[in-house]
């Protein structure tokens, strides 16, 4: 960014928000999100496997969009409040299940129990210390009132301001076009 001269932009509503979105992409790509999804449709889709295993065949005869939404599959663990996971695969719901009836009862000790436990946890802790790094972006966004002076103030963060924002004559390069042949193409030349 060194070549490139900071103009002092206003920081606009928008402005504020384009910045604190690719700061938090940048946090993202540091901090990766826990992956609870494809944890609980592996979970589900063994539970649906041990409980319903001669529906296997079936399901990948089944044509890709035949259903576009997910299954839940209730888990009762031993006296503990109920588990819903999400079957992302298209499967088709063989007629004696029903949404919301347990169709699994595993132990408290279970390890895909355990496992689900612990990245509902850091998916929670994740989700927090997200939402306080926005905080802390917005606070230090909202404290200023031009790019030059967030650049007074916190250097380093230019390095992730969009361009166009920086320096709106060079970071948006139009393209060359010819008006008279434009004109031209348009019928425009007479007027």
């Given at each position: 960014m060194s070549d490139l001269q900071i103009k002092s932009v206003r920081l606009t509503g928008a402005i504020r928000e384009a910045i604190l979105d690719s700061a938090l992409r940048h946090w993202d790509e540091g901090n990766p999100k826990p992956d609870l999804l494809s944890f609980e449709h592996d979970f589900a889709m063994q539970l649906w496997t041990d409980r319903y295993g001669e529906v296997k065949p079936h399901l990948d005869a089944v044509p890709s969009g035949f259903l576009s939404s997910y299954i839940s599959i209730n888990v009762q663990p031993e006296g503990r409040a109920m588990i819903q996971l999400r079957l992302l695969h298209e499967v088709p719901l063989p007629k004696p299940i029903c949404r919301g009836v347990p169709i699994a009862a595993i132990s408290n000790s279970d390890e895909r129990l355990l496992k689900h436990e612990k990245l509902v946890n850091a998916l929670d802790d994740w989700k927090q210390e997200r939402k306080k790094v926005?905080?802390?972006?917005e606070v230090v966004l909202n404290s200023v009132n031009t790019t030059k002076q967030l650049a007074e103030i916190w250097p380093e963060i230019i390095g992730l301001v969009p361009t166009h924002i920086l320096n709106p004559s060079k970071?948006?390069?139009?393209?060359?076009?010819?008006m008279g042949k434009l004109n031209e193409k348009l019928g425009l030349a007479d007027v």
């Open positions: 926005r905080r802390e972006i970071g948006v390069q139009l393209p060359a076009i010819p």
